[in-house]
Structure formats: C-alpha cells, structure tokens
C-alpha cells in the first residue's frame, strides 16, 4: 500500500524557518514527481514547489511566486522522503501541507493539482505575526 506521510509542522514565529519531510512507502519514488500543495482554511488548495523529471531525464524545480526564494524542495531517494524547508516564514503562510507524488507530469501541469496520483493526510503549518 502506497503512504506518503508529513511530518515538521508546527507553530513557528513570522522570520522564522520550519523544513517539513514527507516519508514514502510502498512502491519506488525516485522516478516520480513529488511536491507540496497547500490549503489554508476557506482558500483553495494552492501549488508551492515540486521536484520533477524532464523528457531528457534530468531534474528541475518548480516554485510558486508567493514561495519563491524563501522555500527549498529535495528529495533524497535513498531515504524515500521529500523535503521542503520554508525560511522568513510569513502568517500568510499559514495553512494545511500536502505532499504530492505522481508520474512526472507534463511541466505545464506541475502546478496543478489533480497531476499527482497521491497523497498525504498533511500536516499544519501557522506562523504567528
């Protein structure tokens, strides 16, 4: 049975950093895309970075603006677990975490949610101002 289980979260200050992992489980990841999604409460889910795979094989990132500069994504295969550590946090960064995991998606659908075949139950994010 295929997890992806979050872990990091927390109640962090604004400035401050948080790096967040999500641990994989049941099949082989290193081929797939994975990334994070976000949902604050009575927002839409929303694209914050993803780590994928091009047609030539070689690996590329991508961030939303509202994260860019300020979040890293990683991944390390040999432990089946993606990273994403989150500097100069902000309280509009405050939200629910997912992570995400799929065959590597075509680089226009990166972004998009339902490009992913699964899932974690996510973890909690606030940042207090």
């Known amino acids: 049975q295929v997890q992806l289980v979050e872990s990091g979260g927390g109640l962090v200050q604004a400035g401050g950093s948080l790096r967040l992992s999500c641990a994989t489980s049941g099949r082989t990841f290193s081929n797939y895309a994975m990334g994070w999604f976000r949902q604050a409460p009575g927002k839409e889910r929303d694209f914050v970075a993803a780590i994928n795979w091009s047609i030539s094989g070689s690996s590329y990132t991508t961030y939303s603006d509202s994260v860019k500069g300020r979040f890293t994504i990683s991944r390390d295969n040999a432990k089946n677990t993606v990273y994403l550590q989150m500097n100069s946090l902000k309280p509009e960064d405050t939200a629910v975490y997912y992570c995400?995991?799929?065959?590597?998606?075509?680089?226009?659908?990166?972004?998009?949610?339902?490009?992913?075949?699964?899932w974690g139950p996510g973890t909690q994010v606030t940042v207090s101002s």
């Open positions: 995400v995991a799929g065959p590597p998606p075509p680089r226009p659908r990166v972004a998009i949610w339902n490009s992913y075949d699964y």
